[in-house]
């Protein structure tokens, strides 16, 4: 934040050592300053009440600004799972990676893509999907999984219009986060 003050200092600066070297005789013009002065402050200003103002849009109308997909990786602006459930995805993923073993894998929708790939190691298998999870798992079995988990809401909360799919049985609750295994 202290950007501002110190580019007013650096400019003030600049001014007063080319002043000394053109003898008092320097023209400085703080009409083009004050317009990108006005411009960042209203940039910065706009930024930060989008991005506080993203939680609550995505919590109650599940509006938001989306990051370019590079980005979307590590920063993002829109939330893939409520900052409520924040803890309890990392608590359920963490439990996955302690409790899956080589012959299982997890089913994981696109929220919860990233949060797989950030907490379970590398001898996990992740199947992803968007829309259908039956074809997910369909696939999942046909590379020779014996076992299928599946992360999701215990209490459905109006994202993504998904359900927990029928077969599966909860075995493990984190909050409203449930770690979820393929019974048949």
């Known amino acids: 934040m202290l950007v501002?003050?110190?580019t007013?200092?650096?400019?003030?600066?600049?001014?007063?050592?080319?002043?000394?070297?053109?003898?008092?005789?320097?023209?400085?013009?703080?009409k083009l300053v004050d317009g990108?002065?006005?411009g960042m402050l209203l940039l910065t200003v706009l930024l930060g009440g989008v991005y506080l103002a993203t939680p609550?849009?995505?919590?109650?109308v599940n509006v938001g600004i989306f990051a370019l997909n590079s980005v979307n990786?590590?920063?993002?602006?829109a939330p893939t799972v409520p900052y409520e459930d924040v803890n309890d995805v990392v608590r359920a993923m963490k439990w996955l990676n302690q409790n899956m073993g080589?012959?299982?894998?997890?089913?994981?929708?696109?929220?919860?893509?990233?949060?797989?790939?950030?907490?379970?190691?590398?001898e996990h298998e992740i199947v992803h999907f968007e829309n259908d999870v039956g074809s997910a798992l369909d696939s999942a079995f046909e590379h020779g999984f014996s076992r299928a988990y599946f992360v999701w809401w215990n209490t459905p909360i109006g994202w993504y219009g998904?359900?927990?799919?029928?077969?599966?049985v909860r075995l493990q609750d984190f909050g409203r986060i449930s770690v979820y295994e393929f019974a048949g």
């Not at 007013?8 to 400085?28: D, P, S, T």
């Open 102 to 122: 080589g012959d299982s894998c997890v089913v994981l929708q696109h929220a919860f893509l990233w949060w797989g790939k950030l907490y379970l190691g590398d």
């Open 4 to 6: 501002y003050p110190f």
């Open 8 to 30: 007013f200092y650096a400019v003030n600066g600049l001014k007063r050592v080319v002043r000394g070297f053109n003898g008092g005789n320097f023209e400085f013009s703080l």
């Open 73 to 77: 990786k590590v920063f993002s602006f």
């Open 162 to 168: 998904i359900t927990v799919p029928e077969g599966f």
């Open 36 to 38: 990108k002065v006005k």
């Open 56 to 60: 609550v849009l995505m919590n109650t």
